[in-house]
């Protein structure tokens, strides 16, 4: 079965460093999104991308977060500068965007960022 | 925007024992509910949703079932195992393909 792809895993940072996170979406679907999971809490929406421009944002999703997908597959979120309350499971998703299943949304298995 | 609240926060049961889950939305323009099912250290996977159309899905052991009025879904999970042993999102969504809004989560244990 397809699924969503990310890397790293797992990312320990500096605080105030930038870091890159990647994702590579279902391959037909045509609408990618970033959630973030703080531990023990809820999932939280960040961001969701279609046409290549953003769609839709959240208020977390502020300055310091960037979204871009640079080639046909890759679909990546950049935080230029971390801080400590950063540090989540952070988790790409997509979905296809046409059909009658076309906004069920997959989520990949997520990319743990500690911030020290 | 959208609030999905949802309870339990916590759910044991016996093995083989019915385990129930409701969720209650804000927004009346929400016309789909995916429910999730997490594992420790993995993404949300989605196990079963319903659209605003349907009143109640069933998917073996899973059903879901949605009050358009009352703005309540509940999941019910029959003859659980340890497997389903979990934590279980509910979710909303209002409509195009953008946002989805998440409960809280039940962590659900089934005691062999």
């Known amino acids: 079965e397809p699924e969503v792809t990310q890397t790293p895993s797992h990312q320990v940072t500096q605080m105030g460093q930038e870091v890159i996170l990647r994702c590579v979406p279902i391959?037909?679907?045509?609408?990618f999104y970033w959630y973030r999971q703080i531990l023990g809490q809820k999932v939280e929406f960040l961001v969701s991308f279609y046409n290549n421009e953003i769609s839709e944002k959240s208020e977390i999703f502020d300055d310091q977060f960037s979204v871009e997908r640079p080639d046909g597959s890759n679909f990546t979120l950049k935080i230029r500068s971390t801080k400590l309350e950063d540090s989540a499971m952070y988790f790409c998703?997509?979905?296809?965007?046409?059909?009658?299943?076309?906004?069920?949304?997959?989520f990949g298995e997520g990319s743990w960022l500690t911030v020290v | 925007g959208e609030n999905v609240e949802q309870h339990p926060s916590t759910l044991s049961v016996q093995e083989g024992d019915s385990a129930v889950i409701k969720c209650t939305y804000s927004d009346s323009a929400s016309n789909y509910f995916p429910w999730y099912k997490q594992e420790l250290g993995k993404g949300p996977q989605l196990i079963i949703d319903?659209?605003?159309?349907?009143g109640e899905k069933k998917d073996q052991r899973i059903a879901v079932t949605l009050n358009k009025t009352a703005k309540h879904f509940s999941l019910h999970i029959t003859e659980t195992q340890p497997e389903d042993s979990a934590v279980y999102f509910c979710a909303a969504h209002s409509g195009g393909y953008q946002k989805v809004t998440f409960g809280i989560g039940t962590k659900l244990q089934v005691i062999p």
């Open positions: 998703a997509s979905s296809a965007g046409i059909g009658v299943s076309g906004n069920t949304i997959y």
């Open positions: 391959s037909n679907h045509l609408y």
């Open positions: 319903i659209r605003s159309n349907v």
